[in-house]
C-alpha cells in the first residue's frame, strides 16, 4: 500500500560498493559567511515611513564606511479589503496586485492589472530585505500589525548596523567578538519569512529559526510568536536583533547560546538608542549594555540601560516598536 | 441575587487560567480549553517544554489526544493552548488566548498504536503519506530497502559505513514529517538537539540523503 507513494521497492545490490554509493565520508558543512562587506551608494534622503506596507526605508551614512541602502519588500497577502496602494516615489517603489505585494524596479502603470510584470522584474536577494508571508489567507488586523511592525523594526535595525563602523567591534562575555563589517556582511543578504503558527522547525520550536544559511542568512518567525513579541515593549526590535546575533555566531560554540544572542543584540539596539526588551528569556548580561567601538573612535554604545530610551538619529523611536 | 448570577456567569464564560487548568485531569483540561472544538479524548496535559527563546509572559499547555487507529498507523492531534498574562506575574494567573493544534502519526505497532513516539505532520502533507515516509523509513533502517545513501553528519560518525548510517537512524525516533514538492522529509532524535534529516525523492526512490547537524537557534 506504500509503494504508490515511492514506486517500486528497491531491489537490494549484490555489492556493498552499490549501497554506498558517492559520497560516503563525512563532509563537514563549509557556512563561511562572505568576509567582505556589501558596498554600495547610499542616497543620503534619510529614513522615510509612509504606508507600513509600501514603505522604503534607507539608512543614512554617518561616515565613509560601507553603506547599506537596502528597500525592505513585503510579499504576501494584507488585510482583506485593503485598497491597492502604491509608495510614493521613484524606483523601488512598490505595489500589491491580486493581494500580494510586489517590488517594481522600474515604473510601472499601478491601475489595474498589470500585463506588463513578471517575475523578471523581482528584485536580486541583495538589492532588498525581503519578508515573506507564507500565510495564504487574508491576515488579520494583529497579524497585518506584527508584520508591519517587524518591517518597521527591520528599517530601524538597518539603520543601527549602518551606524557602526566596520571596523567597530563588541566584545562578548565569552571571550567572542563581533564586528560592524560582520554585521553588515549578514544583513546585506538577510531575509526574512513568516510561517504560520503551526509550522515546526528543525530545532524543536514552532517559533522560529535564524538560519544562516551558507552565507544567504534567512529569519523565520511563525505568527503567533510575531505578535505576541509586538505586544511587548520594544519586542520586535528585540526579536529581530536577536536573530541576527544568532547569526552572527555561526560555526562557533556560542551558535545557538541564547544570553550571548542578547548581548549582542542589546548591545546593537541600545548603541542606537533603539527600544529594546528589558527582560528577554534568559535575560542579559549583569551590568550596562555591551558597546561597539573602535580603537580610533567610538562609534556606537550609548551605554544606556533598561530598556532604551528613544532619541535615535533619523529615525523616529517615539513608538515602543 | 442578579450580581451572584451575573458574577458566576461571568466566571464560567471567562477565558480559563493557567492555574485552573493544571488543578484538572487531562480530560477535564481538553474539554474546559477546547470547548466548542471537536477532539477526541485527552490523554495526556502539561506544559510544553521550553526551548529556545520562549515569549515572556506566555505559557504554553499541550493536550494529546488518545491516539486512532488509521490504515498503516495511528493519528492524534496535539493541542497548544497559550496563556498570557503581564511578565511578572505569577503564571497561574495567566489567561487561555489561543489554542493551536498539529497532527501526529506513528507506525502501529502489532496492530495497537504506541503510547509515544508520534511525529508531527509538518505543513502540507497528509496521513497516508506521512504513514508511507515513516514506513519506507522503517525498511530502511532494518536493512529490508536497500537505496543509495548520501550521508553528511556534521557532529559524528554517523556516515562512517552503511550500518553504521542504518543503526544510527534506527536508534532514534522519528519527531516530523514533512513533504516539499515531490520530496518526503522526516527530523529524528531529540527534539531541540542535534537533529537527523532523512531526505526521499518520489521522483528518485533509489536514493535517500541523510544529514545529522545542529539545527539553525530561534
Known amino acids: 500500500m506504500f509503494d504508490d507513494f515511492f514506486g517500486s521497492n528497491v531491489t537490494p545490490p549484490t555489492s556493498m560498493n552499490a549501497i554506498i554509493g558517492d559520497p560516503w565520508a563525512a563532509v563537514q558543512t563549509a557556512t563561511e559567511l562572505p568576509s567582505s562587506t556589501n558596498t554600495g551608494s547610499f542616497a543620503g534622503e534619510g529614513i522615510q515611513e509612509s504606508d507600513p506596507l509600501d514603505v522604503l526605508i534607507a539608512a543614512q551614512s554617518a561616515d565613509t564606511d560601507t553603506t547599506i541602502d537596502i528597500p525592505i519588500v513585503v510579499v504576501g497577502k494584507r488585510l482583506m479589503d485593503s485598497a491597492p496602494t502604491s509608495a510614493g516615489s521613484g524606483s523601488g517603489d512598490f505595489y500589491f496586485r491580486d493581494g500580494y505585494i510586489y517590488n517594481v524596479q522600474e515604473a510601472l502603470p499601478i491601475t489595474g492589472e498589470s500585463s506588463e510584470f513578471s517575475d523578471a522584474s523581482l528584485p536580486t536577494d541583495e538589492a532588498v530585505i525581503e519578508i515573506s508571508v507564507n500565510i495564504y489567507r487574508d491576515l488579520t488586523p494583529t497579524e497585518q500589525q506584527a508584520i508591519d511592525a517587524l518591517q518597521g523594526s527591520i528599517g530601524r535595525i538597518t539603520f543601527a548596523i549602518h551606524q557602526l563602523a566596520d571596523n567597530s567591534i563588541v566584545t562578548l562575555p565569552n571571550g567572542a567578538h563581533v564586528t560592524g563589517g560582520e554585521l553588515k556582511a549578514i544583513w546585506s543578504k538577510i531575509d526574512f519569512v513568516v510561517n504560520p503558527d503551526s509550522f515546526e522547525y528543525s530545532n524543536g520550536t514552532n517559533r522560529g529559526q535564524a538560519d544562516p544559511n551558507y552565507g544567504d542568512a534567512l529569519v523565520s518567525i511563525n505568527i503567533g510568536t510575531l505578535i505576541s513579541y509586538n505586544e511587548l515593549f520594544g519586542g520586535m526590535n528585540y526579536l529581530v536583533a536577536h536573530e541576527l546575533a544568532h547569526i552572527s555566531q555561526a560555526n562557533t560554540t556560542f551558535f545557538s547560546d541564547e544570553r550571548t544572542a542578547n548581548d549582542i543584540a542589546r548591545a546593537l539596539l541600545a548603541g542606537a538608542a533603539i527600544l529594546y526588551l528589558p527582560d528577554p528569556t534568559f535575560s542579559y548580561s549583569l551590568g550596562a549594555p555591551l558597546s561597539f567601538s573602535t580603537s580610533s573612535s567610538d562609534s556606537g554604545g550609548s551605554g544606556d540601560t533598561g530598556g532604551g530610551t528613544g532619541g535615535g538619529t533619523g529615525w523616529s523611536n517615539d513608538e515602543p516598536l | ?218
Open chain 2, 1 to 218: 441575587m442578579t450580581l451572584i448570577v451575573m458574577t458566576v456567569l461571568a466566571y464560567a464564560i471567562a477565558a480559563p487560567t493557567l492555574g485552573r487548568v493544571e488543578n484538572l485531569k487531562p480530560n477535564a483540561a481538553g474539554k474546559l480549553i477546547l470547548r466548542n472544538r471537536l477532539h477526541a479524548p485527552i490523554s495526556s496535559a502539561g506544559r510544553a517544554v521550553a526551548a529556545s527563546i520562549g515569549v515572556p509572559g506566555v505559557t504554553n499547555y499541550e493536550l494529546v489526544e488518545t491516539p486512532q487507529r488509521i490504515a498503516g498507523g495511528c493519528v492524534r492531534r496535539r493541542w497548544t493552548a497559550h496563556f498570557s498574562g503581564r511578565h511578572g506575574a505569577p503564571e497561574a494567573t495567566r489567561v487561555l488566548t489561543n489554542v493551536t493544534e498539529r497532527e501526529e502519526v506513528a507506525l502501529a505497532a502489532g496492530g495497537i498504536c504506541p503510547a509515544k513516539q508520534y511525529a508531527i505532520l509538518n505543513g502540507a502533507i497528509n496521513q497516508r503519506h506521512a504513514i508511507a515516509l515513516l514506513e519506507k523509513l522503517r525498511r530502511i533502517s532494518t536493512g529490508r530497502v536497500r537505496p543509495r545513501i548520501d550521508c553528511r553528519s556534521d557532529v559524528d560518525l554517523l556516515c562512517a559505513s552503511p550500518n553504521a548510517t542504518r543503526a544510527g537512524i534506527a536508534a532514534i525516533p522519528a519527531w516530523a514529517v514533512m513533504q516539499s514538492g515531490e520530496e518526503g522529509e522526516i527530523w529524528l532524535g531529540e527534539r531541540g538537539k542535534v537533529v537527523t534529516i532523512v531526505k526521499m525523492s518520489r521522483d528518485n526512490p533509489d536514493k535517500v540523503t541523510v544529514t545529522r547537524e545542529i539545527p539553525p537557534p530561534f
